[in-house]
């Protein structure tokens, strides 16, 4: 049985199934647990099926951001899903060349 609340970021396996798996939020409003297993499937847990699940903390896989090698904070397709400064500097700027109607 868990008998630990998990942190996100932090990897688990269920020792029944022998799935791991990476805790991606919590949702205390719903008390579900959203985790991203290994081969990417997306699942939650209802917090009552966590206690009560055989699950056990394993260290992050090596190979666990192996797909995510190669990109680049300063990638325009990427940039708002690694970039960790201010995301109202990721907004570009409208051109406005015309006059504002004021009346």
């Known amino acids: 049985m868990a008998s630990f609340f998990p942190l996100i970021g932090s990897w688990y396996r269920d020792t029944e199934t022998g799935q791991r798996f990476e805790i991606v939020a919590i949702d205390e409003k719903h008390k579900t647990i959203e985790v991203q297993y290994y081969d990417g499937d997306i699942s939650e847990f209802d917090i009552e099926s966590w ?45 406005f060349s015309g006059f504002d109607d004021l009346f």
């Open 51 to 95: 206690g009560s699940a055989n699950i056990v903390e394993v260290e992050t896989p090596e190979e666990a951001y192996a797909g995510y090698e190669g990109m680049s904070a300063f990638s325009d397709e990427n940039s708002a899903f690694i970039y960790s400064g201010n995301p109202i500097e990721l907004i570009e700027p409208e051109s």
